[in-house]
């Protein structure tokens, strides 16, 4: 307790410390107005460079590959080129110009990689590029894979002793998917099948979500709270529970048992509404995911934003607000390690459910 009251005090210090540094200075140099609005969408998006942190007016970034097709032709080049200059262009053999490359700030291609064309439109080509959530997804798998190889080899050396360390944090975890999700959801014929997909969709999430939290390079991307990746998780879950459903989950879909006949003819109300409710299953895994793990990232972004908004109009007030602020920060990062906990159990929970109704036995 003692040492966990000493790490707090030091925050408070260092935190006001660089506050009224940072605030001091403000004052006697003019700095352009602190837009809090786009320091919090520039952390919830993806982008193509990773920004660290800005020293003395300089910003220090990870700037990223950027990898587009456009007519058969692939480019390569480092979105380093765009904080340099607002367009690259392309030399083709003959040291002629060849295609002019942009990131628009507005528009329908706000953000992105863009070929401009010589009448004045954008033209969108294929892009692969390794942006900043590409980036932090292979760092998260490659962290995944050392725990579980870690794992691995701590079972295959210590055989049939007790769980020590590492192996028993993940053991436990590992036997609460199954006993406590998989087993009360799937029956027991079935279960063994879906099981590694529900281990791994609980670890993928839970660790991406801790790793949000961590507010340094090369951690802290919001990959979890990115619609593409929970909308690809949800697709998992959707390809799997239909294409591996047997008969008597097709029959309760299209004709549900129990159901008076009116509603499945001459209209079949009941068969268009279980048909609808298979494609709305995997979209509110994907929407429930993203929307707390990005309100999460906001909120804390939006306490942190409060003590630069009130330094802009006192520099006193700022250093206070520093200190209420990371109160807050710490509180709400508390509840988050909850969430990013609850969010994993509720994602594994819901797709062993939706496997149990595929695999759902007939009942005389």
């Known amino acids: 307790?003692?040492?966990?009251?000493?790490?707090?005090?030091?925050?408070?210090?260092?935190?006001?410390?660089?506050?009224?540094?940072?605030?001091a200075k403000a004052e006697n140099e003019p700095k352009e107005e602190f837009k809090a609005g786009e320091v919090i969408i520039e952390?919830?998006?993806?982008?193509?460079?990773?920004?660290?942190?800005?020293?003395?007016?300089?910003?220090?970034?990870?700037?990223?590959?950027?990898?587009?097709?456009?007519?058969?032709?692939?480019?390569?080049?480092?979105?380093?080129?765009?904080?340099?200059?607002?367009?690259?262009?392309?030399?083709?053999?003959?040291?002629?110009?060849?295609?002019?490359?942009?990131?628009p700030h507005e528009g329908k291609y706000k953000g992105k990689v863009v070929i401009l064309n010589a009448d004045g439109t954008q033209t969108r080509p294929w892009d692969i590029s390794i942006t900043k959530n590409v980036m932090a997804l292979f760092i998260s798998c490659a962290i995944?894979?050392?725990?579980?190889?870690?794992?691995?080899?701590?079972?295959?050396?210590?055989?049939?002793?007790?769980?020590?360390?590492?192996?028993?944090?993940?053991e436990w975890l590992i036997c609460y998917v199954r006993d406590d999700i998989a087993r009360k959801a799937i029956n027991?014929?079935?279960?063994?099948?879906?099981?590694?997909?529900?281990?791994?969709?609980?670890?993928?999430?839970?660790?991406?979500?801790?790793?949000g939290l961590i507010p340094i390079f090369p951690f802290g991307a919001n990959i979890t709270g990115n619609i593409a990746v929970t909308a690809c998780l949800a697709l998992f879950t959707f390809f799997i529970t239909n294409l591996l459903g047997n008969k008597e989950y097709y029959k309760?879909?299209?004709?549900?048992?129990?159901?008076?006949?009116?509603?499945?003819?001459?209209l079949p109300?009941?068969?268009?509404?279980?048909t609808v409710g298979c494609f709305t299953k995997p979209f509110v895994l994907a929407v429930r995911l993203f929307a707390n793990i990005t309100a999460g990232h906001i909120v804390v972004l939006g306490f942190i934003s409060s003590i630069f908004i009130?330094?802009?109009?006192?520099?006193?007030?700022?250093?206070?607000?520093?200190?209420?602020?990371?109160?807050?920060?710490?509180?709400?990062?508390?509840?988050?390690?909850?969430v990013a906990y609850i969010q994993?159990?509720?994602?594994?929970?819901?797709?062993?459910?939706?496997?149990?109704?595929a695999s759902k036995e007939h009942h005389h």
Not at 269 to 274: G, H
Not at 344 to 357: I, Q
Request: overall charge neutral; proline content about 4%.
């Open 310 to 338: 009130v330094a802009q109009i006192s520099a006193a007030g700022g250093a206070g607000m520093s200190v209420f602020s990371l109160i807050l920060v710490i509180f709400v990062d508390v509840i988050e390690l909850l």
């Open 269 to 274: 109300l009941m068969p268009i509404i279980e």
């Open 344 to 357: 994993a159990y509720v994602f594994t929970l819901l797709s062993a459910l939706y496997f149990g109704m």
């Open 1 to 23: 307790m003692k040492i966990g009251k000493y790490i707090i005090s030091l925050s408070f210090l260092i935190c006001l410390l660089f506050s009224t540094t940072s605030f």
């Open 188 to 211: 027991e014929k079935s279960v063994d099948k879906y099981l590694p997909y529900l281990v791994t969709v609980f670890f993928f999430i839970f660790i991406n979500n801790l790793l």
């Open 144 to 170: 995944i894979l050392v725990l579980f190889f870690l794992v691995t080899k701590a079972y295959r050396e210590r055989g049939e002793k007790a769980p020590k360390g590492l192996q028993s944090l993940f």
């Open 252 to 266: 309760d879909i299209f004709n549900t048992p129990g159901v008076p006949w009116f509603l499945k003819f001459p």
């Open 43 to 103: 952390h919830i998006l993806d982008s193509y460079d990773w920004h660290i942190f800005t020293w003395k007016g300089h910003h220090v970034s990870v700037y990223l590959p950027i990898i587009v097709f456009n007519e058969g032709k692939c480019y390569t080049f480092s979105s380093k080129v765009f904080h340099e200059s607002d367009k690259y262009v392309t030399v083709n053999k003959t040291n002629s110009e060849e295609l002019v490359f942009a990131i």
